[in-house]
């Protein structure tokens, strides 16, 4: 790429139109203009045009932007904005001034910009369907709640049993005169369940023909075929991480540091990163500490922090097995290692 040939642009990306400000090497206004968000307006704004340097902040179209713009041959930087607060929190804040400032740190150094690498095609569209089913889930949730709470509120009380077969069990536990309210309701969530059912088994399948390390991963008890996938999809390229405890960092699970002279207090948990798998490795660490968890160092070291005392040192044992669950977990996937419960650290035996 001939530098002198480069321009550089900030792309502010909206939901319908976006704004396009493009400097030259100098930095110097070249132009600005509002072009619809369709990948007909990228191709006729972008294609065939010499080489560019062109920052977008990341959002909800960034992904399929940063590829198009890519095969173009233009090097495609996607901002972080949130950890820019010349950005995220100037209150001049338009779609022009977004787009100018884009631009000219995109010139000046792009790892102002906090750049993130979206995942390929293929793992976002299996993400996809792990998405999909936390959806269903979290609808069928409010659905039997929705049913316990107007049952209760007429008198009654439903057995309990699990989500999967609440249908199914609570049916003859209506009250006659809920009937015609809740029997539609429980047809809802027992074809959401079967639906639920059919991911799972969609989820199994990628595990076993697509993804065969989140086998290893699923050696720990507590880590199923969900999160395992989920931390497969999410991270993608596990050698992007010089070392496996830079992972509890990526995904939000680290104290917030706020260090001046003396002071060097921990504030909660930064929460950066994939909200979602986040919360997949905080359930799978309440397992580990739970009832059913299997013996392992990982489980004795949690409730140790948890019997510290108080509700507040459960919480924070949680948070800090879900920690370790994670550096745990990108070791076994670039190790191809057997998994030992209380000796992790020992030279172990490649997988067959």
């Not at 960034?62 to 090097?75: I, K, M, N, T």
């Not at 959401?192 to 023909?209: D, G, K, M, T, W």
Request: aromatic letters at 6%; charged letters at 25%.
């Amino acid at each position: 790429m001939n530098k002198d040939n480069t321009k550089y642009a900030g792309l502010d990306l909206g939901d319908k139109t976006s704004l396009v400000q493009i400097r030259d090497q100098e930095g110097e206004f070249v132009k600005e203009m509002r072009i619809p968000t369709t990948a007909v307006a990228l191709e006729r704004e972008f294609r065939g045009v010499g080489p560019m340097r062109i920052a977008l902040e990341v959002g909800a179209h960034s992904r399929w932007v940063s590829r198009q713009l890519s095969s173009y041959g233009h090097a495609v930087v996607v901002a972080d904005a949130r950890k820019l607060r010349l950005i995220y929190e100037n209150p001049r804040k338009s779609d022009q001034v977004d787009a100018e400032y884009l631009a000219k740190l995109v010139r000046l150094d792009p790892s102002l910009l906090s750049p993130i690498v979206h995942r390929g095609e293929a793992a976002q569209q299996h993400l996809a369907i792990l998405r999909s089913r936390d959806s269903l889930v979290a609808v069928r949730t409010q659905l039997v709640n929705h049913v316990r709470g107007m049952v209760k509120s007429f008198g009654g009380r439903l057995s309990s049993c699990s989500t999967e077969s609440f249908a199914r069990k609570v049916w003859s536990e209506l009250p006659d005169s809920l009937r015609p309210a809740l029997e539609p309701v429980l047809g809802s969530i027992q074809e959401l369940s079967e639906r639920i059912h059919a991911y799972e088994q969609e989820i199994e399948r990628l595990c076993a023909e697509n993804y065969p390390e989140t086998e290893r991963l699923r050696q720990i008890k507590g880590v199923g075929a969900l999160t395992a996938l989920a931390f497969v999809l999410t991270l993608e390229d596990p050698q992007r991480f010089e070392t496996s405890r830079e992972v509890g960092a990526y995904l939000g699970l680290v104290p917030r540091r706020s260090q001046s002279g003396d002071a060097d207090p921990e504030g909660h948990i930064t929460k950066t990163g994939n909200p979602y798998l986040r919360r997949l490795l905080v359930g799978s660490a309440q397992y580990i500490l739970g009832p059913f968890g299997a013996e392992s160092r990982l489980r004795t070291w949690g409730l140790q922090l948890a019997a510290r005392g108080g509700k507040a040192a459960k919480k924070r044992a949680v948070v800090a097995v879900a920690r370790k669950l994670a550096v745990l977990l990108h070791k076994l996937w670039v190790s191809d290692e057997t998994y030992h419960p209380f000796f992790p650290q020992r030279t172990a035996e490649p997988l067959t």
